[in-house]
DNA sequence: TCGATCATGTAACGAATGATACATCGCCGG
DNA sequence: CCGGCGATGTATCATTCGTTACATGATCGA
């Protein structure tokens, strides 16, 4: 068990703060409804955070972090590319209703604030394309590889999209199985 | 030129506000901060909408509006589903700066709330699935066909996405492109 | 034990919010 | 010419917002 002096409150009111986040939305509600959503007191968010902005900050950051580490789970375990894929959108699905909603409004606010959008497409694009193309090199050519690995990313997204829309993870996991026979056939017959 | 009393103050007040809310967000922007926007005052909108929740259901609807309309466009011209989905992403590519942010912004809006899910799910799914499988049932078996609608509807909204975060109309021009192929060789072995 | 430092509760501030009451304007029908 | 009605301007309501001042509690080193 850690050290309770360990575990900065800040960090530990951040994960509640995310969680909350994740099923309330976030540019609607006010810091007093999320406080009171989290167990502790406006000033208290004030405090450990110092002003909204710097807690949506943290907040972002925060989900980047955990995109982060995903992505780095994704490429040591991709050996096979399609494999590992269809293994992670797994993941993504499970925990997609309520990670979903949250990651699709951040990504919305961001289009609108340039600040924001440098951060997100770093870590949202860039860095996923670059796993991708990294995983579909051992089994293509460089090129295909990161035409590919495009495809890959906007076909997630865009199921992600419509699974978190319409709730529908059946119609969503049948689409990721066609894309990815759909992918091996291509990569086969090249 | 059409009669001044037949265009309602409202809709074209409402033309106004869309444009607003694509340049400069929905969930973030108050009533006087909006009416200033448009060249009025939160008075105005309050009198023509009747209040803030009703304003977001208008602008809701008249996007949804526009959505159906392109559809139909896409449904007569989609003789060559191929060709005419082509056609038409060039055209969302188009006005997608001021387009897609407003679109996931809402969408991200209604994953939190399921009135507003329900008719997105409608208008944005379930009718564009609809008008895709239609277009591939010409040239393909009705299973494919539903098949590849879920994709490409997918494939769409994912490059999408990635177009307004990165500002990269170039990658999203090749993405589509690709895809398209891909699409179309599956079609022809099949 | 004592003091220091971090954490927390209470209460309030000024500003901004959505909404409305009231008066007025302009236009068209009679 | 005027009477009614939709549209608009002005001013303000009560709330809620983000933030902060001030006082108190908790915890641990010296």
């Known amino acids: 068990m850690p050290d309770k002096r360990t575990e900065h409150p800040r960090e530990v009111l951040l994960d509640k703060v995310v969680a909350w986040f994740m099923q309330h939305g976030v540019l609607d509600t ?6 009171a959503g989290v167990g502790t007191s406006n000033r208290m968010l004030n405090y450990h ?3 909204r902005e710097q ?34 959108w797994s993941h993504i699905a499970d925990t997609a209703e309520v990670f979903a909603p949250l990651f699709y409004e951040l990504s919305s606010h ?11 497409r770093t870590v949202l694009t860039d860095a996923w394309l670059s796993g991708f193309t990294q995983a579909f090199e051992r089994i293509t050519t460089p090129d295909r590889a990161a035409r590919l690995a495009r495809l890959c990313l906007a076909m997630g997204r865009g199921v992600l999209f419509d699974m978190a829309l319409t709730g529908d993870r059946a119609a969503a996991d049948a689409a990721i199985k066609d894309f990815t026979e759909l992918v091996r056939r291509e990569v086969d017959h090249s």
Chains 1, 2 share one sequence.
């Open 55 to 88: 807690l949506l900050t943290a907040v972002i950051e925060r989900v980047c972090e955990a995109e982060r580490q995903a992505l780095e789970r994704f490429v040591d375990e991709a050996s096979d590319p399609m494999e590992a894929g269809a293994r992670y």
């Open 110 to 120: 961001a289009m609108y604030r340039k600040p924001y959008a440098e951060t997100l």
């Open 30 to 35: 006010s810091m007093r409804t999320l406080a």
């Open 49 to 51: 955070f110092g002003s």
